[in-house]
């Protein structure tokens, strides 16, 4: 009997709580196919189904957003599925936003036409736009969602946008600090107090995630410079009651001041000695403790490491406080790896670059000893090219091989092709004109065709080149140029010029630093429109054509470094340059020059020291030979700030408006670039220099001519700005060293646009 029961029992638990399914019975479809309505619930005829079931179908439905109401149930083995579709989105529009555009706000609402309108996904659309116009520092803003039914089940969306004014920060106070102050620690913050000046600036809005961040640079300042102690008590920012403004206020422990104790340096690796690793240190023994100090020593030491093959070396700097003393002793613990080699190199993103293009820029291939400086080394090489907009160069170690690493190359192209059309004026040419196409990656094969014109009120010109970098699959550029060009000189010279002709060149490297190139041309060139009052030797030597054909050889060592972020340089360039004028041409001549620039960045590369010396002399090559006025030197504009263009040397007493130039010259600068406050993204530096020159005498000399052989000095102030329209510079410089004959201009500006 009890048998009996224990079956009856089973065969009513399935049948009450598991059926079979026979079909499907759905309505209230318009858009959607039935079955993939039936598809979405997760179960299929045949099916044995149960409550929870058709829960989770439920469930599944509406996860897909497609669905206002839903209702699902068994009729016998029937599944009986009741839908009421969400209406789709015809059109998204935003009204109000002035402060960001269309196109910057759809980017984040995640909503677009011809998907399916939901409350839950606008609502979180407004939420993300009232984020990003937090980081506008738009805390007040309002947005409310309109949704107007149109016929066919569709809907227009409106986001009715009141902005309201931005919450700037009106103060911040600083508590606790004693051994910096207010000012200091304002700076060192990146969000600033709102000022007239900071028209151009966002960093005088309050945004919360930018407060973390200066919680951060606090505190590294702080460990920076021997507090390894210091605490934030507090941070706290409170708006006004107007909601216009926060307050904001920085309590901060101190702590004591601690300084560098000893240094270990524990390492395991026999290849590279401890002097070695301790040339790298970046602090002494009593130098107050820093925490940016002890991480770039680790940056060095690793590199040095790495440069010996020790790719997947590790160096963790450990400190320990005496708090007798108040010292911090640094232990770097190197642990120990494997000398590693490159196993294989592979390239990605050059969908145009032919991969040897790419790979003929690396210092280091396959089978070779991994060396980071060579790897980094190939990437700026990569970068200099100017046909990738990123270069990502990065390891792999070969799984179960732990001496072997894949050297994986991602790049990112940017277009090389370029057309441009520039506007240019400066005290010294007046107004210009220039225009020009350029494909600097021609056929995906590295090669530059370009096609360039200038015409200013003083000179045109017009120029066709074309440059092989790998001349013969070799580190060998060759290229050849066509040029025509007419100078307007009679304002500085006193005399006209058209000139045509071309080049052939090449150039090769004996190092990544030293550069050899040289180039043969050929022009021919004709003095026209002299001024009645041009200086005599032009009126009866240079007028007329003439042919100069002309070898020039450059020898340059480059030893710099170019910080992207701050536009400045640290380093030194070096070149000398010979030119050798004859071959049977007019002119005949032997002309040398120098030319060196030293550079050294502080302060966070954000500051430039710069210095530069060239000098140059013209021989001709025998006694009967002359040499043309615009074959000599000239000092003055640009080169000699305070002075007019050919505004020093020698000059007529009876009309001083020409200057004769020289035979040879030494000229130079020293100049300061400095950051104005403004932030990096503005480009804007100020400049603080001094300019030397001195002008030798012209191949003759007599009683009507001015000439004394005296250095010229002077020094004055700048502004460089990088604005939107091009690079603007203004600078303002008085001769301190001159000579009453001498033609002073203070002011120089030169502005260049480009679109």
């Known amino acids: 009997m009890r048998y009996i029961l224990f079956i009856f029992l089973s065969f009513y638990s399935v049948s009450v709580f598991a059926t079979v399914i026979s079909g499907f019975d759905i309505s209230g479809t318009k858009r959607m196919d039935q079955k993939a309505v039936a598809q ?43 839908i009421e579709e969400n209406p789709i989105i015809n059109r998204i529009s935003l009204e109000g936003n002035d402060e960001l555009d269309d196109e910057t706000l759809k980017a984040e609402i995640g909503l677009q036409s011809r998907q399916p309108y939901s409350p839950a996904k606008v609502q979180s659309a407004v939420d993300r736009m009232i984020e990003v116009y937090k980081g506008t520092g738009l805390f007040s803003v309002e947005i409310e969602p309109k949704v107007i039914e149109r016929e066919n089940s569709r809907v227009d969306l409106v986001f009715e946008i009141e ?205 070779d000893a991994f060396d980071l400086s060579k790897v980094n080394r190939s990437r700026q090489r990569l970068m200099q090219l100017g046909y990738f907009k990123t270069v990502d160069v990065r390891t792999q170690q070969v799984p179960g091989v732990p001496d072997r690493l894949n050297l994986l190359t991602s790049v990112e192209e940017k277009p090389t092709g370029e057309m441009s059309l520039s506007l240019a004026w400066s005290t010294n040419n007046g107004a210009a004109i220039m225009a020009g196409i350029t494909e600097r990656n021609f056929m995906g094969r590295g090669q530059t065709v370009s096609l360039n014109g200038t015409f200013s009120e003083k000179r045109s010109k017009i120029q066709y080149s074309f440059t092989e970098p790998y001349f013969l699959g070799r580190e060998l550029s060759a290229g050849y140029d066509v040029d025509y060009s007419y100078s307007r000189l009679k304002e500085d010279y006193g005399y006209d010029m058209h000139s045509y002709g071309g080049g052939v060149r090449l150039g090769w490297t004996y190092s990544e630093r030293l550069r050899h190139n040289l180039r043969f041309q050929g022009h021919e060139e004709e003095i026209i429109n002299v001024s009645l009052d041009a200086p005599a030797y032009i009126r009866d030597n240079e007028v007329g054509k003439s042919l100069i054909l002309m070898l020039s050889e450059t020898l340059s060592y480059n030893r710099s470094r170019v910080d992207y972020v701050n536009l400045t340089r640290s380093g030194y360039v070096i070149s000398s340059t010979v030119d050798y004028a004859g071959f049977g041409g007019d002119e005949n001549f032997v002309r040398t020059g120098l030319n060196s620039r030293f550079y050294h960045n502080f302060w966070d590369n954000s500051w430039q020291f710069g210095f530069s010396f060239e000098t140059g002399i013209v021989e001709p090559l025998t006694e009967n030979d002359y040499i043309k006025h615009s074959y000599r030197y000239s000092l003055g504009g640009d080169s000699l700030r305070g002075f007019d263009v050919n505004g020093i040397g020698a000059r007529s007493k009876i009309s001083s408006t020409y200057g004769y130039g020289g035979l040879s010259k030494v000229n130079g600068t020293a100049q300061l670039n400095f950051p104005v406050g403004l932030p990096k993204e503005y480009q804007v530096n100020g400049f603080i220099f001094s300019d030397y020159g001195w002008l030798g005498e012209p191949s003759f000399l007599n009683d009507d001519i001015h000439y004394t052989g005296s250095l010229r000095t002077s020094a004055g102030i700048g502004v460089k700005w990088g604005s939107p329209m091009g690079e603007i510079n203004v600078s303002w410089g008085k001769a301190m060293q001159f000579e009453e004959f001498d033609d002073i201009r203070p002011f120089l500006l030169s502005f260049r646009s480009q679109f």
């Open 163 to 367: 902005e309201n004014n931005k919450t700037y920060i009106l103060e911040i106070k600083t508590k606790g600090n004693e051994a910096f102050t207010d000012s200091e620690i304002k700076g060192v913050l990146l969000s600033r107090e709102k000022r007239w000046w900071r028209i151009f600036s966002s960093f005088d809005t309050y945004h919360e995630e930018r407060i973390e961040y200066d919680k951060e640079l606090l505190r590294r300042h702080y460990r920076s410079n021997g507090f390894i102690d210091m605490k934030i008590r507090s941070f706290n920012a409170g708006l006004t009651p107007d909601r216009k403004g926060y307050y904001m206020t920085i309590d901060i422990d101190e702590g004591d001041r601690y300084k560098f104790g000893e240094t270990i340096i524990k390492n395991p690796i026999a290849d590279v000695s401890n002097d070695e690793l301790r040339e790298e240190l970046l602090f002494e023994k009593d130098d107050y403790y820093s925490i940016t100090a002890t991480e770039k020593t680790e940056d060095k030491m690793t590199e040095i490491l790495n440069n010996y093959g020790y790719a997947f070396v590790a160096i963790n700097a450990i400190p320990k406080k005496n708090l007798s003393n108040k010292t911090v002793d640094i232990t770097f613990d190197i642990k120990k790896s494997k000398k590693v080699f490159i196993n294989r190199m592979e390239i990605a993103g050059n969908s145009r670059t032919m991969d040897y293009v790419i790979e003929r820029e690396f210092r280091v291939k396959e089978q």
């Open 40 to 82: 979405m619930l997760g179960v299929k005829v045949g099916d044995n189904i149960k409550p929870a079931d058709l829960n989770n179908g439920v469930a599944r439905l509406y996860r897909t957003g497609l669905f206002k109401d839903i209702s699902v149930n068994l009729r016998g083995a029937t599944v009986v599925v009741e």
